[in-house]
């Protein structure tokens, strides 16, 4: 099957900093990709690489085969983007902003209205429609921005940090839409998905997040550091990279026993987690460090009453492999 | 029992029609770091300012450090630190000037002190370093470190972490402990539900209201009250349509490529295989998921 996204050796310098560093990236029909990573390490310019906002000073970028720097037009036609600042009319209604983005990418009146009306009704905003954008809540406004990206029936969406100081329970909703996007078979809402697509599986999504946490709901995620990808892969496969090798303490005094865990032997690093400890140890010491610990420890009168291994989560894959 | 190092009692601020911060109260202990938890606009924001007396309360009060925290004011503000996120450091000026700047501020001229300071968060050594030159996370210790030049018995960190990266953050949250551990009472706001667990304590915010505040630990247990499963399966609309539907399941959401589930204490994973079964889904794996204080949240604001 065709990449709906494949991007080849990119590379974005603004001045001295290479904002964008020798960076591919695959995705493919019906996945979301999330780019998670830092302020500053690359997310917003690789997206706006890939929806061609920016151009590359190296690298090539095709979308749904179609050659970003050849084939513009076609490529930018399968994008839909959603800013980090998507900035909407307050003094527009809901309907009156969409028709404004729709008309902007050159759709006529008799493609752009039927559509737009699925999609209300698709993000849930349908009973808003003649709405004042100003007067939406913030998780309202967001999902008109959603709408605005989607009225074009785009097979790539582009979003930059969507749910960035969101309400939790809007970001859920948020998730809740992307991943019923994808994984639509195409026939069941043909019109949101393009007309002749009858067998094609839903957009793919490119995603990019700050949280730790929100990358676990992607289906594969690349950490973005200094304008690099440092490690890509399923939230599984990323976390079987440690697997057995974080361990819980639970103990009194935490802080006393944070400094002597540090020197125990297998120990690689030591994490506290408020009423908690965190420890990584060396691959295949788990339980050499488990014997090892108490024994080294309780002597100097710490009181250590829980010592465990558990799941690793994607910030100590972030940390162990940065 | 030492007395608490704030105190707020139903505290309450309007801006009009609109109520910012709505009957709140809590109590913070010494030495204690406490998370202020919630989205954008919850009120985090509001309820600091309060408490370092910039904004009058509506009703209601705040005793911090044992002082009235709009009364008296200029009180509290020599004994806290205050760290924002939109905080200015002035972007030409070195890493020591902008110390001594603000060590100005507070009345501290004293070398020594600036010098301690910048070892307590790790800076000694970067002194003529200029500020723009700073990745985020040693800016953010550069900002920390104007916040304790005066030696603060209580900090108040306003989303310090935003934008870091993770390696950094955990170096930020080592500093944090360290204060702690010699005393000083924290009370920092996040958005970020994971970096919640870093606090002893987390209160949970939402439209102004406290919701809950506990050890993140209490928190799951008292209102996450079941076990969380995460389910993979190709088909995970008909999956999600066929748990939505099971009794005794309390939540199903998808979850990127997999189903997320809390169920009623008790029901096991066979009712879920046997659910999923009838409507003809097939499991690829289904094993035990962990409760997250994001869990916490959702079932909170469900009210």
Known sequence: MMAHVEARGLRKNFGHLAAVNALSLTIAPGEIYGLVGADGAGKTTTLRLICGALKPDAGEVSVCGFDLRRQTEQAREQIGYLSQRFSMYEDLTVLENIRFFAEVRGLRPDEWYPRSLEILEFVGLADFRDRFAGQLSGGMKQKLGLASALVTRPRVLLLDEPTTGVDPVTRQDFWQLIIHLVSTPTSDSPSIFGENGGSRRGVSVLISTPYMDEAARCHRVGFMKKGQLIVEGTPGELRARLEGRILELRGSPLTEIRHHAAEVPGVEDVQAFGDRLHLRVESGQAEAVMRRLPAQLQPMGVSIDALRPVPATLEDVFIAFS | ?303
């Not at chain 2, 009345?107 to 200029?130: K, M, Y």
Request: hydrophobic share 45%.
């Open chain 2, 1 to 303: 029992m030492p007395l608490p190092v704030i105190y707020v009692d139903e505290l309450t601020r309007k801006f009009g029609d609109f109520t910012a911060v709505d009957h709140v109260s809590f109590e913070v202990n010494p030495g204690e770091i406490v998370g202020y938890l919630g989205p954008n606009g919850c009120g985090k924001t509001t309820t600091i300012r309060m408490l370092l007396g910039l904004l009058a309360p509506t009703s209601g009060s705040a005793i911090v450090l044992g002082f009235d925290s709009f009364r008296q004011s200029e009180q509290v503000r020599a004994r806290a630190g205050y760290m924002s996120q939109k905080f200015a450091i002035y972007d030409d000026l070195t890493v020591w000037e902008n110390l001594v700047f603000y060590g100005g501020v507070y009345g501290i001229n004293d070398p020594a002190r600036i010098q301690e300071t910048l070892a307590q968060v790790g800076l000694s050594g970067h002194e003529t370093v200029l500020t723009r030159e700073l990745s985020a996370g040693w800016r953010q210790r550069l900002a920390l470190g104007i916040a304790i030049v005066h030696r603060p018995q209580l900090l108040f960190l306003d989303e310090p972490t935003s934008g870091v990266d993770p390696n950094a953050r955990r170096a930020f949250w080592d500093l944090i402990y360290d204060l702690a551990a010699q005393g000083v009472t924290i009370l920092v706001t996040t958005h970020y539900m994971d970096e919640a667990e870093y606090c002893h304590r987390v209160g949970m915010m939402r439209d102004g209201k406290l919701l809950a505040m506990d050890t993140p630990l209490v928190l799951k247990e008292r209102y996450v009250p079941g076990q969380v499963y995460e389910i993979y399966t190709a088909a995970l609309l008909a999956g999600l349509g066929a748990l939505e539907q099971t009794p005794g399941v309390l939540r199903a959401a998808l979850a990127g490529d997999h189903l997320r589930v809390i169920v009623e204490q008790g029901l096991g994973e066979q009712t879920l295989k046997s659910a999923l079964a009838a409507t003809g889904v097939t499991i690829a794996s289904i094993q035990k998921g962990e409760p997250t204080l994001e869990d916490v949240f959702l079932t909170l604001a469900k009210g």
